[in-house]
């Protein structure tokens, strides 16, 4: 029921800034946090962040201080601020709707079967 559609990816210089943005369909605000995932080739989606809505939002310690969450629920929007970025930074990056009870539990940071996910945008980041 959840439809997600990210976009804002491209190729950025090692510093750079880029933002991505998620539009949230068919979303009812209620029993699920947004938040981020990336994938690098061959490897299993990991969370970049989290947020619960409620004025906490988590950040996986590679993007911790540089990545910054939003939403703007009112126009069902996500965000996704990337700034200083590096070429580690490197990979598909995915919008997700995360059953809250994961967050709450700690356990939002790899998929679940429950997450809605985005299509996926690439984000290259070169030196």
């Known amino acids: 029921q959840v439809q997600l559609v990210d976009s804002g990816g491209g190729s950025v210089q090692a510093g750079g800034s880029l933002r991505l943005s998620c539009a949230v369909s068919?979303?009812?605000?209620?029993?699920?946090?947004m938040g981020w995932f990336r994938q690098f080739p061959g490897k299993e989606r990991e969370g970049v962040a989290v947020?619960?809505?409620?004025?906490?939002?988590y950040y996986a310690d590679p993007v911790k201080g540089r990545f910054t969450v939003s939403q703007d629920n009112g126009k069902n929007t996500l965000y996704l601020q990337m700034n200083i970025l590096k070429p580690e930074d490197t990979a598909m990056y995915y919008c997700?709707?995360?059953?809250?009870?994961?967050?709450?539990?700690?356990?939002?940071?790899?998929?679940?079967?429950?997450?809605?996910w985005g299509q996926g945008t690439q984000v290259t980041v070169s030196s």
């Open positions: 068919q979303y009812t605000y209620s029993g699920y946090c």
């Open positions: 997700a709707a995360v059953p809250c009870f994961l967050v709450d539990g700690g356990r939002w940071s790899t998929p679940h079967d429950l997450n809605f």
């Open positions: 947020s619960t809505g409620g004025g906490v939002t």
